[in-house]
């Protein structure tokens, strides 16, 4: 269930809304619920980047909309340590 408030925004937010709005096909509404979503991830996760949070954005829409592929891990080659072995210290180069 959405709940929707009308709230009192700045002539500035609103203009600058509408031009990021325009650039990404979104109306003016949903540009700042998108600015708002980001901030708030950016609040709770202040280590993170911007550019990790977008991509996690966009990986929870590709999710939504099923469009995934499996991943492809590299094959490293494995640094021996200790006892000629990988089991005590799985270090990759």
Not at 26 to 49: F, M, T, Y
Not at 68 to 91: A, K
């Amino acid at each position: 269930m959405t709940n929707s408030k009308a709230v009192k925004l700045s002539g500035d937010i609103i203009s600058e809304a509408n031009k990021y709005a325009a650039l990404f096909s979104r109306s003016v509404p949903k540009q700042i619920e998108h600015w708002v979503k980001i901030g708030r991830i950016a609040e709770e996760n202040p280590d993170l980047p911007y550019s990790i949070i977008k991509d996690i954005l966009i990986s929870l829409e590709e999710i939504k909309h099923e469009k995934l592929s499996p991943y492809q891990f590299e094959r490293h080659q494995c640094l021996q340590v200790q006892n000629d072995s990988c089991e005590t210290g799985p270090f990759f180069v």
